[in-house]
C-alpha cells in the first residue's frame, strides 16, 4: 500500500494567518492527490484534486502543489469556517489511502 | 445537487453482519464509481472498496475477506456488507462517489455510526 504521511497532524492559527499543511507519498504518485476538509458531524468537503486543481465552489484562498511524492495544502487568509480537519488522498492506485489527517484550530 | 444518505444497521454482534446502504438523490448512478470510506474512532480514514454501476468492484485487500458491495439501478442505491466483524470494525462509515478521471471522492454522504457490541 502507498503510505501518506501528513505534517503537522495538529495546528494552531489566527483568522487571516496564512497555513501550509503538507502531504508526502512513500513512492511517486503523480499528481493523483486530493485534497477534503472534515467537520464534526458533517460530510467530508471536496477541496483539490490532481494535486493543484481547486474543485468548483471551493474558494480561492485554497490552494494546493506539488507532485511525484510531495505535496501542500496552503490557506491563504483563513476564515472562521476553515477551522477543521483536513486529510490528503492518493488515488494513484488501490488500495487507496488517506493521511493521518491535520486538526486546524483556533490559537 | 448530489446528495448521499447512509442508513442500515447501527448495532451489530460480535461474528454478525454489518449492513448498509447508501441512496443517491439529485443524480443517477448510472456511469460512476461509488465507493465505501470508514473511520474508526480516533484514527485516519480508510477505505473499504468501489463498486462500479454494472457491479464490478474493486475491494481493500485488507477487508477484501469479508466485504462485499452491490449495486440496486433501480433504487438508485448501492450497498455494503461486512460480516465477521469485531469490535475493531466499530466506526463511521460513509459512502462516496468516486470520480471517473482523477479518481477524487467528490460527493460524500454524512456518515453513520456502526456500532460492533453485544
Known amino acids: 500500500d502507498i503510505q501518506m504521511t501528513q505534517s503537522p497532524s495538529s495546528l494552531s492559527a489566527s483568522v487571516g494567518d496564512r497555513v501550509t499543511i503538507t502531504c508526502r507519498a512513500n513512492e511517486t504518485i503523480s499528481k493523483y492527490l486530493n485534497w477534503y476538509q472534515h467537520k464534526p458531524g458533517k460530510a467530508p468537503k471536496f477541496l483539490i484534486y490532481?494535486?493543484?486543481s481547486l474543485q468548483s465552489g471551493v474558494p480561492s484562498r485554497f490552494s494546493g502543489s506539488g507532485s511525484g511524492t510531495d505535496f501542500t495544502l496552503t490557506i491563504s487568509g483563513l476564515q472562521p469556517e476553515d477551522f477543521a480537519t483536513y486529510y490528503c488522498h492518493q488515488s494513484y492506485r488501490t488500495p487507496y489511502t488517506f493521511g493521518q489527517g491535520t486538526k486546524l484550530d483556533i490559537k | 445537487q448530489v446528495q448521499l444518505q447512509e442508513s442500515g444497521s447501527g448495532l451489530v454482534k460480535p461474528s454478525g453482519t454489518l449492513s448498509l446502504t447508501c441512496t443517491v438523490s439529485?443524480?443517477?448512478?448510472?456511469?460512476?464509481?461509488w465507493s465505501w470510506i470508514r473511520q474508526s474512532p480516533g484514527k485516519g480514514l480508510e477505505w473499504i472498496g468501489y463498486?462500479?454501476?454494472?457491479?464490478?468492484?474493486n475491494y481493500n485487500p485488507s477487508l477484501e475477506s469479508r466485504v462485499s458491495m452491490s449495486v440496486d439501478t433501480s433504487k438508485n442505491q448501492f450497498s455494503l456488507k461486512l460480516n465477521s466483524v469485531t469490535a475493531a470494525d466499530t466506526a463511521v462509515y460513509y459512502c462516496?462517489?468516486?470520480?471517473?478521471?482523477?479518481?477524487?471522492?467528490?460527493?460524500w454522504g454524512q456518515g453513520i455510526l456502526g456500532i460492533v457490541s453485544s
Open positions: 490532481a494535486a493543484s
Open positions: 463498486i462500479y454501476y454494472i457491479g464490478s468492484t
Open positions: 462516496a462517489r468516486l470520480s471517473p478521471l482523477w479518481r477524487d471522492f467528490d460527493y
Open positions: 439529485g443524480a443517477s448512478i448510472n456511469n460512476y464509481y
